[in-house]
Nanobody
Framework: VQLQASGGGLVRTGDSLRLSCAASGRTFRIYRMGWFRQAPGKEREFVAHITWSGGSPLYGDPAAGRFSISRNKAQNTMYLQMNNLKLEDSAVYYC????????????WGQGTQVTVSS
């Protein structure tokens, strides 16, 4: 499974942005996909994940109430709609995929930079 993240950019506080993650290869093996982010000098943190077959989104603290994860199975693409962006949302956003419920995320996209300015 290969992943390609896109959609990042420079926005202002309060703006919205939608990230995309296109999956290719053996996508039928995907169990769950997620978004993570990492800001300079900070550890990578969980943003949200979604089960590939049935949805079941789960959000981390950074996403609560502002972000929405979704996926289009027909297009093998996952999305992260980010609303009301804050300065602290600035980070490199990575998408990832795991192939089983208990497994680790084994495929990672290259990351897309989101920069929020005041």
């Amino acid at each position: 499974v290969q992943l390609q993240a896109s959609g990042g950019g420079l926005v202002r506080t309060g703006d919205s942005l939608r990230l995309s993650c296109a999956a290719s290869g053996r996508t039928f093996r995907i169990y769950r996909m997620g978004w993570f982010r990492q800001a300079p000098g900070k550890e990578r943190e969980f943003v949200a994940h979604i089960t590939w077959s049935g949805g079941s989104p789960l959000y981390g603290d950074p996403a609560a109430g502002r972000f929405s994860i979704s996926r289009n199975k027909a297009q093998n693409t996952m999305y992260l709609q980010m609303n009301n962006l804050k300065l602290e949302d600035s980070a490199v956003y990575y998408c990832a995929a795991k192939l089983s419920p208990g497994g680790e995320y084994i495929a990672w996209g290259q990351g897309t930079q989101v920069t929020v300015s005041s």
